[in-house]
């Protein structure tokens, strides 16, 4: 089974909870340029091996990337290719249970542009850039039920054939002051991943908070008629 992006960002974060990766990552970050093994092994007392294998586990992690060059007295194109390590581009977040808070604020900073920009009320803004948001995440993810995965809503198998429970709120501790807000721009993007999926047989439930397995304020349900 895959990995899942959440299982994903928790291992990234982990792997810094060791001492040494974490040493490596702080001298990593200071220098601003790819380091080498031997660099990394003389400025932390550590041996080159040891620097190699920490240093290759946070490469697998995803903290740091690895790119090769030429090292060597006469300059680049001289020497064997050694690996050398620099931070990842990205940032990564984690939190238990899962959440979505960055999805959420990209989704509303978006949708307060479009607002701004075309002097559009912000509640039709919000709808359309969580459906675009979620027809994008369908297409990408192929059913609604990797989409429901990948997003972080837990989804589980109900007793009612075809039908979803979501154990799990992305959006948790926004909904609990801004439920109206909340709520809606999670409709659209599920709206929108059912459409970007090609998920014809089944729609949106929206429920009472208690009446769901978890969290969530509506359930995956198959289409009447």
């Not at 601003?32 to 697998?60: F, K, S």
């Not at 990209?106 to 307060?112: G, K, Q, W």
Request: proline share 5%.
């Amino acid at each position: 089974m895959a990995e899942s992006p959440w299982s994903q960002r928790v291992r990234v974060i982990s792997s810094l909870g060791d001492r040494n990766r974490r040493a490596i990552f702080d001298y990593v970050r200071a220098a601003a340029r790819p380091v080498g093994r031997d660099e990394i092994a003389e400025a932390l007392a550590m041996t080159r091996g040891a620097a190699a294998a920490q240093l290759d586990r946070l490469a697998e992690d995803g903290v740091l990337e690895v790119t090769f060059a030429k090292p060597g007295a006469g300059g680049p194109g001289t020497g064997r290719p050694s690996k050398y390590y620099a931070l990842a581009l990205r940032e990564v977040v984690a939190s238990v249970p899962e959440r979505s808070y960055e999805l959420a604020g990209e989704l509303m900073a978006e949708a307060a542009e479009r607002s701004m920009s075309e002097s559009a009320p912000i509640a039709e803004c919000l709808d359309a850039v969580g459906r675009e948001a979620g027809e994008s995440l369908g297409r990408e993810h192929g059913s609604i039920e990797a989409v429901l995965a990948a997003a972080g809503y837990a989804p589980v198998a109900a007793a009612r054939e075809g039908t979803i429970e979501l154990a799990n709120c992305p959006f948790h501790r926004l909904a609990q002051g801004h439920r109206a807000v909340m709520c809606g721009l999670s409709a659209a993007l599920l709206e929108g991943a059912l459409e970007g999926c090609g998920d014809a047989l089944r729609c949106l439930e929206p429920i009472e908070p208690g009446d769901g397995a978890g969290e969530c304020c509506a359930r995956i349900v198959p289409r009447r008629g």
